[in-house]
């Protein structure tokens, strides 16, 4: 089948190489305009983007694809499908019957749970103990269109979104590919989402990543994997400053700790949270690179009564 390729992030490009390397034809790839990123602020252009290059496959960057220009591009390009991976971007109404067997989206998780753009997160922070992948055709509502294949993936106790993210990734690939052979073949059957067991899964931003520590222990964990490594967790300091966090340790030994209150031993550093305490691993003060919590303690000397998540500078 002639294809169109709808992708952006890293994570797209296993799907991307995958086909590129199947049968099928990748005919052109759409994806986000460059963005600006790092100190310089320079444009640099999406993982899809760059790796489409390197094979000289013709790339798409329209702002938007309510543009009729953008639409009238894309159904001279007389797809058969447009496989979709984390593009970033709806597909409007105009665009999804272009491609005979129309946008086929790689959804990362198993549908009708976690809707939106942050499935694999939200299963982290909500403490699933099982997720997957799903391959649907798109359609106007978000993330409601019939199913076409699914697989399943063990969330593991130390599992950040990022590590999640990457399995998820690989092992979609092949479902993909298999999903648009058997629409090629006749053989896939959709299947209607069922009305039960539907969440749903918003952008997380910077806001949503700040450690509450009067949550359970259990919480704040989830919440520091699921929010790592994008939009990244953190709390504020003592002096009211933001200091980024890695994943911690749940300890259940610990039980004497108020919500933020800091222990500050030689070799670690304990949190006080709602119900029991964590142990901190690796943390960024404000402008500074990654260290050991226990290196930043003895740095910041700090006071006897010392917390954590006050009131920001």
């Known amino acids: ?51 489409a290059r390197e094979q000289g496959i013709p790339v798409l960057t329209p702002r938007t694809l309510r543009d009729a220009e953008a639409q009238e591009e894309i159904a001279a390009l007389g797809v058969d499908a447009a496989p979709v991976v984390a593009y970033g971007a709806l597909i409007p109404p105009a665009l ?33 103990d099982v997720t997957g992948a799903t391959t649907f055709r798109i359609e106007e509502g978000l ?26 990734a690989g092992s979609g690939a092949p479902l993909l590919l298999a999903t648009l052979d058997a629409l090629e073949s006749g053989s896939a059957v959709p299947v209607p989402q ?5 969440s749903h899964a918003p ?27 994008a939009p990244g967790p953190w709390t504020t300091a003592p002096d009211g400053s933001r200091l980024k966090l890695g994943p911690v340790q749940v300890r259940a030994d610990v039980d004497d700790l108020a919500p933020g209150a800091l222990h500050a031993a030689k070799a670690e550093v304990l949190v006080g949270t709602g119900n029991g305490a964590v142990e901190l691993g690796q943390v960024a003060p404000a402008g500074r690179s990654w260290m050991a919590a226990a290196d930043w303690a003895r740095g910041a000397r700090l006071p006897e009564e010392a917390r954590l998540g006050g009131e920001a500078a």
């Not at 990748?26 to 983007?49: E, K, Q, W």
């Not at 067997?101 to 499935?119: E, K």
């Not at 069922?194 to 539907?198: F, I, T």
């Open 203 to 229: 952008r997380l931003e910077v806001t949503d990543a700040r450690v509450e520590w009067a949550a359970p222990a259990v919480a704040v964990d989830r919440l520091v994997r699921g929010t790592t490594p």
């Open 96 to 128: 999804l019957d272009v491609p005979r067997h129309g946008w086929v989206n790689l959804h990362f998780s198993l549908l009708p749970a976690w809707r939106g753009a942050a499935p694999v997160q939200h299963a982290v922070i909500a403490g699933d």
């Open 194 to 198: 069922p009305a039960d067991g539907v």
């Open 1 to 51: 089948m002639r294809l169109l390729f709808a992708g952006t992030p890293e994570v797209a490009l296993p799907s991307l190489r995958a086909l590129a390397e199947s049968e099928h034809e990748v005919v052109a790839v759409l994806t986000r305009p460059d963005a600006r990123r790092g100190r310089g602020r320079t444009l640099h252009p999406s993982p899809v983007a760059a790796w």
């Open 143 to 168: 993330d409601t269109g019939p199913v076409l294949g699914t697989l399943t993936e063990t969330v593991r106790p130390t599992d950040t979104a990022g590590d999640l993210l990457a399995r998820l």
